[in-house]
């Protein structure tokens, strides 16, 4: 298996610390607003990453933060004069439920920036003692220059830094390079008592030291976009390797950015759009279908024209589904002394199938050509049902391939099982009218439709065997011949 290390620029072969064991960490969102598509990119990227090394079979434990504590939040929470603890909670569970909507699976451990004060504290007290750090007025700041290996994870040259770059600029720190590590509070901000006196945490401090705390460090695998690469996992590494003495992580990865049109997704643009937004009008299945065609490395175009062709692509592979269930639920379990040509031809498209999909996987998890190779698949399917005769299929074989299609894309959170018909409770009367059903089962009601359809049709009684298509018609539904029988279907 091959990953991209962006601290070395180049894809190194995975190899984790302790064999068949991964440590990962994601950054998480810092909880002001409402979670945007550019950030679901990245938690759906790292989410595909991370079922489809569980489905490697690694023990993998996955941690990402909340922040929690932020000038972002409390201007926000001064900008709606409402308290920043309670602003922050609700974006959070907000953040949180719309994961779960989307299907991201949760984080085994969850922390939040104000609950792990103390760990901080003393990530940055052991800072100050070994001279990569210093108290300025209330202040704590990083000396940047005391660290040698700044800028390996960015690819960044020091001297260089100041040309261009965003630096917070202030009277008290040493150097304009350097970053804050604890902020002295200002007056109705937040704030925890520290050695250096009342203030609160800065945002590079969090995951460094909840990294230390619950994984361990230095850990496998550290992630987030790559908006982040600098300043943030550059000071995230920075403050670790500086206090603990080895590396915070072995690979850094990073998801690419998302455009919305070819331009960059803003509210002035009128071209911002969030993630519960899109899940009113769209399903998490067809959002996560569109982001897996990128990979995700790669900056993503975002169009609701192609989040439509995702739709529409969704549909036909569960109508796939659909038809290859009808298909299987026909056939006996006896196998075939000899197999036909089509089934053969079956067999082997979804050995390929999975062979392709691990091979892209494990190139740096290459989700578009995975994906590419599943719909090839399905195409093979469909040419399947339109050529077997059922006498000549084989169940077993038709099942591999059901099975394929459906848990390959259950890797990437994509349902494509098929939407059972859901049947009005006016078929049951339907079905009274035409023949002496008494049940109240829709499901049954309707196979009995089909046989008193089938018996008049070859009795030659076409005003019974109209009278039930129109019936079936009034409440939506029609009869679907197939070589394998007929079923009742939505229109």
């Known amino acids: 298996m091959q990953i991209y290390n962006s601290a070395h620029h180049k894809k190194e072969e995975f190899i984790p610390q302790k064999e068949g064991v991964i440590k990962m960490?994601?950054?998480?969102?810092?909880?002001?607003?409402?979670?945007?598509?550019?950030?679901?990119?990245?938690?759906?990227?790292?989410?595909?990453?991370?079922?489809?090394?569980m489905w490697r079979g690694y023990d993998l434990t996955f941690?990402?933060?909340?922040?929690?504590?932020?000038?972002?939040?409390?201007?926000?929470?001064?900008?709606n004069k409402q308290d920043p603890e309670e602003l922050a909670k609700h974006f959070a569970d907000s953040f949180n439920e719309v994961m779960k909507a989307f299907k991201v699976l949760p984080p085994d451990?969850?922390?939040?920036?104000?609950?792990?004060?103390?760990?901080?504290?003393?990530?940055?007290?052991g800072l100050i003692e070994k001279g990569h750090a210093y108290e300025s007025q209330g202040d704590v700041y990083f000396s940047v220059r005391s660290y040698p290996d700044y800028g390996h994870i960015s690819h960044r040259n020091i001297d260089d830094l100041l040309v261009g770059a965003r630096i917070e600029a202030s009277d008290i720190k040493r150097d304009p390079l350097d970053f804050a590590l604890w902020k002295k509070a200002k007056p109705g901000e937040p704030f925890w008592e520290s050695p250096w006196?009342?203030?609160?945490?800065?945002?590079?401090?969090?995951?460094?030291?909840m990294v230390h705390k619950y994984l361990g460090t230095p850990i496998d695998i550290h992630g987030g976009g790559s908006d982040?690469?600098?300043?943030?996992?550059?000071?995230?590494?920075?403050?670790?390797?500086?206090?603990?003495?080895?590396?915070?992580?072995?690979?850094w990865m990073h998801s690419g950015m998302l455009q919305v049109n070819h331009e960059k997704m803003s509210k002035s643009l009128g071209n911002f759009y969030t993630l519960r937004e899109i899940l009113d009008t769209y399903s998490p299945d067809a959002v996560r279908l569109l982001m897996v065609q990128t990979?995700?490395?790669s900056t993503m175009d975002f169009s609701f024209d192609r989040l439509d062709g995702a739709s529409s692509s969704l549909?036909?592979?569960k109508t796939t589904m659909k038809n290859l269930s009808w298909h299987i639920d026909q056939l006996s379990d006896e196998k075939k002394d000899e197999l036909s040509r089509e089934s053969l031809d079956l067999q082997e498209a979804s050995k390929r199938a999975r062979e392709e999909f691990t091979e892209a996987m494990d190139d740096d998890f290459n989700s578009a050509l995975a994906t590419a190779g599943l719909f090839k698949l399905q195409s093979e399917i469909n040419v399947y049902l339109d050529k077997i005769e059922s006498s000549k299929a084989d169940k077993s074989i038709a099942l591999a391939a059901q099975d394929t299609l459906r848990e390959l894309f259950g890797i990437f959170g994509i349902d494509i099982n098929d939407d059972k018909v859901s049947y009005p409770q006016e078929i049951i009367e339907l079905a009274k009218r035409f023949s002496d059903?008494?049940?109240?089962?829709?499901?049954?009601a309707a196979r009995i439709l089909l046989e008193v359809r089938q018996e008049a049709r070859s009795q030659k009684e076409w005003s019974v065997a109209d009278g039930i298509r129109d019936g079936l018609a009034e409440l939506g539904l029609i009869v679907e011949d197939t070589d394998l029988g007929a079923r009742v279907v939505k229109r």
């Open 109 to 125: 451990i969850q922390p939040r920036a104000t609950l792990e004060i103390n760990e901080m504290i003393q990530m940055i007290s």
């Open 315 to 317: 549909e036909r592979l």
């Open 197 to 209: 006196g009342k203030g609160r945490p800065g945002w590079h401090s969090e995951c460094s030291a």
């Open 295 to 297: 990979h995700y490395r």
């Open 63 to 79: 941690v990402q933060n909340l922040t929690d504590v932020d000038d972002k939040i409390i201007n926000r929470a001064n900008e």
């Open 228 to 251: 982040l690469a600098f300043p943030h996992h550059e000071n995230e590494a920075a403050q670790a390797d500086a206090c603990w003495e080895h590396g915070l992580a072995k690979y």
């Open 25 to 53: 960490y994601v950054c998480g969102p810092t909880v002001y607003d409402q979670i945007h598509i550019g950030n679901g990119r990245t938690f759906f990227s790292f989410d595909i990453i991370r079922r489809y090394l």
């Open 437 to 444: 059903y008494e049940g109240s089962d829709t499901e049954e």
